[in-house]
């Protein structure tokens, strides 16, 4: 009778367990390597912060801060919050470690669960797990594309094609506050509810971005912030979109797009996969004009993306793709008796200070039990060594996709093995 817990994980928390890991792990740290190609220093944050931290980074109109944060005291009756995104955080860092006084632009990179109290759904969970990157101090639409590259760079090094990225600019402080004004105008004129009409007199965008039928109907002849640029705006936009096209990073310019952050200006950009239904953004970010000086800092430009690496496997899965070794070693030893454990042991730690993975038959299991073991993790080989073997100073090596299996030195199975794997 299988015993099972009592316990099981929160709702809306995902547990990645052998050896389906392996491709978390994978995922995650092939987001984050164009991002290290590129000079992004890793930054390590607190998983939670103060929460006036994000009411005035995030943006006190969005549906993160209103609905969504994880917030309650400490023991000092500080009301503190789980962090629901990154970039608020890295800033508070960035300011208080005086990075920004150093070499501009700060580029860092980071990843980790984030949460947010959501309604669980494929592709939603109340802990997701994301990489993000922020490139702060410097206002450059070459900096801009650099960003949306190295997210391209990471999906398709993961070998996702089946994705569209949308780009489109959110103005600046020269033309925000006249588009705004336009839009309230329209909106006003529209029979929204009340609570509609609020978000509308706080941050008017935010209702473009209501996924509800009767509102898109409502919206759709809205004003688009893109058709009202300044001359500065546009041009920016324009050097951003050229320099995509030079690198041959493809977009499509989608006008009606709002993120659900408050801070963003200027560039902003989603990586959409149909594959997920309706979680479809599998990433995203943009430039953020003001909100390191909103946070108490220099006056300071910046951009980043979150990327998602629950939703890159889902997409990856919708793909019929993976990515990451479930094998859970290269090489897995099989000692026939005690002195033979004691000598595969030490044969072990040469070869995974050798950099090879290496497990090994534990708690005196028969010869049938110890090669069942080996199938299972996954090894391209196995060492099998007895009296005899030591003996002659020999071991046996067995190829686990063909059966084939041949005696060689003790003295050599690390040359040997480093060998056989690179072959």
């Known amino acids: 009778m299988t015993k099972t817990s009592s316990f099981s994980a929160p709702k809306g928390v995902p547990d990645?367990?052998?050896?389906?890991?392996?491709?978390?792990?994978?995922?995650?740290?092939?987001?984050?390597?164009?991002?290290?190609?590129?000079?992004?220093?890793?930054?390590?944050?607190?998983?939670?912060?103060?929460?006036?931290?994000?009411?005035?980074?995030?943006?006190?109109?969005?549906?993160?801060?209103?609905?969504?944060?994880?917030?309650?005291?400490?023991?000092?009756?500080?009301?503190?919050t789980l962090r629901p995104e990154g970039t608020a955080g890295v800033m508070r860092a960035v300011i208080e470690h005086g990075l920004d006084r150093g070499q501009l632009p700060v580029k860092l990179s980071y990843a980790g669960p984030f949460f947010r109290y959501e309604r669980p759904q494929a592709g939603r969970y109340r802990q997701l797990q994301q990489v993000g990157i922020e490139a702060i101090g410097v206002d450059d639409p070459a900096l801009d594309a650099e960003v949306i590259a190295i997210a391209d760079a990471g999906f398709r090094g993961l070998g996702l094609d089946g994705f569209r990225l949308e780009v489109t600019s959110l103005g600046d402080e020269t033309c925000r506050p006249q588009y705004r004004e336009l839009l309230q105008d329209f909106l006003f004129g529209l029979p929204l509810d009340e609570e509609t009409k609020r978000r509308a007199e706080l941050n008017p965008l935010r209702v473009l971005d209501d996924?509800?039928?009767?509102?898109?109907?409502?919206?759709?002849?809205?004003?688009?912030?893109?058709?009202?640029?300044?001359?500065?705006?546009?041009?920016?936009f324009e050097q951003v979109l050229g320099h995509l096209d030079a690198l041959g990073v493809?977009?499509?310019?989608?006008?009606?797009?709002?993120?659900?952050?408050?801070?963003?200006?200027?560039?902003?950009?989603?990586?959409?996969?149909?594959?997920?239904?309706?979680?479809?953004?599998?990433?995203?970010?943009?430039?953020?004009?003001?909100?390191?000086?909103?946070?108490?800092?220099?006056?300071?430009?910046?951009?980043?993306?979150?990327?998602?690496?629950?939703?890159?496997?889902l997409a990856l899965a919708a793909e019929g793709k993976s990515a990451g070794d479930e094998a859970r070693c290269e090489v897995f030893g099989v000692p026939l008796g005690d002195a033979a454990k004691q000598r595969l042991v030490v044969v072990a730690a040469q070869l995974r200070a050798a950099g090879i993975r290496v497990d090994l038959a534990y708690g005196g299991r028969g010869v049938k039990g110890a090669m069942k073991a080996a199938d299972r993790s996954g090894a391209k080989f196995t060492l099998v060594l007895g009296d005899r073997d030591m003996?002659?100073?020999?071991?046996?090596?067995?190829?686990?996709?063909?059966?084939?299996?041949?005696?060689?030195?003790?003295p050599e199975v690390v040359g040997v093995i480093r060998e056989s794997l690179a072959g």
């Open 16 to 80: 990645y367990v052998p050896p389906g890991s392996a491709e978390f792990v994978a995922v995650r740290d092939g987001l984050l390597r164009a991002a290290r190609l590129a000079g992004y220093g890793h930054i390590e944050l607190p998983v939670f912060e103060d929460t006036g931290l994000f009411a005035r980074g995030v943006g006190e109109s969005t549906d993160v801060v209103t609905k969504e944060m994880y917030t309650f005291p400490d023991r000092g009756d500080r009301s503190v």
């Open 211 to 236: 996924k509800r039928p009767q509102v898109r109907e409502m919206t759709a002849n809205a004003p688009l912030m893109i058709d009202h640029l300044s001359e500065s705006a546009k041009a920016h």
């Open 250 to 313: 493809p977009y499509v310019v989608n006008p009606r797009m709002v993120r659900g952050l408050d801070y963003y200006t200027k560039t902003t950009f989603e990586f959409v996969h149909d594959g997920l239904g309706a979680q479809s953004g599998i990433g995203g970010g943009g430039r953020y004009d003001g909100l390191m000086a909103e946070l108490g800092g220099q006056p300071l430009s910046g951009i980043g993306f979150g990327l998602g690496v629950d939703r890159t496997m």
């Open 391 to 410: 003996a002659e100073n020999t071991i046996g090596l067995k190829d686990m996709a063909t059966g084939d299996q041949r005696q060689i030195p003790l």
